[in-house]
């Protein structure tokens, strides 16, 4: 008999761990998106605020998607051409992405990446989410990429 409770111990860690999610995931089943680990990230983003190193994660795991959506917060002057180059400036030579710190002093840029995560979980597209980002955050400032 005392083998049911160790049983049952199992099962619902076992069920714990899978409702979880995969490590480098946020969120589970449909609704998992891809992360940068954590520890792959430079000190000085580990350092800063949760929802900044997630914007992090989310943007070094996820080019494509970040690269289709603009950035309200005037870093078109720095030359920024999108939300992810808020946060990744280009490519070392091992293949590894080289951040930039912008993204770790600027809300606009974490708001818009945590708006495009929100979405993507709620199984947006996207053109839908790019619509969605230029119609709340068009009147907080000029878009650093062309309409389309």
């Given at each position: 008999?005392?083998?049911?409770?160790?049983?049952?111990?199992?099962?619902i860690t076992i069920l714990a761990l899978a409702a979880s999610g995969l490590p480098g995931c946020a969120g589970n089943g449909r609704d998992a998106i891809p992360m940068m680990p954590i520890?792959?990230?430079?000190?000085?983003?580990?350092?800063?605020p949760a929802v900044v190193q997630e914007a992090y994660q989310f943007?070094?795991?996820n080019p494509d998607v970040?690269?289709?959506?603009?950035?309200y917060c005037g870093c078109g002057s720095i030359g920024h051409t999108s939300n992810y180059?808020?946060?990744?400036?280009?490519?070392?030579?091992?293949?590894?992405p080289e951040y930039d710190n912008h993204a770790l002093g600027c809300s606009i840029c974490v708001d818009i990446?945590?708006?495009?995560?929100?979405?993507l979980k709620q199984g947006k597209s996207v053109p839908?989410?790019?619509?969605?980002?230029?119609?709340?955050?068009?009147?907080?400032?000029?878009?650093?990429?062309?309409?389309?």
């Amino acid at each position: 008999m005392q083998a049911r409770p160790h049983r049952l111990v199992l099962l619902i860690t076992i069920l714990a761990l899978a409702a979880s999610g995969l490590p480098g995931c946020a969120g589970n089943g449909r609704d998992a998106i891809p992360m940068m680990p954590i520890d792959r990230l430079p000190m000085e983003i580990q350092s800063a605020p949760a929802v900044v190193q997630e914007a992090y994660q989310f943007a070094a795991a996820n080019p494509d998607v970040m690269k289709a959506i603009p950035c309200y917060c005037g870093c078109g002057s720095i030359g920024h051409t999108s939300n992810y180059s808020c946060y990744v400036a280009g490519q070392k030579a091992d293949g590894s992405p080289e951040y930039d710190n912008h993204a770790l002093g600027c809300s606009i840029c974490v708001d818009i990446t945590q708006d495009t995560m929100r979405l993507l979980k709620q199984g947006k597209s996207v053109p839908q989410i790019r619509a969605y980002i230029d119609d709340t955050y068009g009147k907080y400032g000029t878009s650093n990429m062309p309409q389309e």
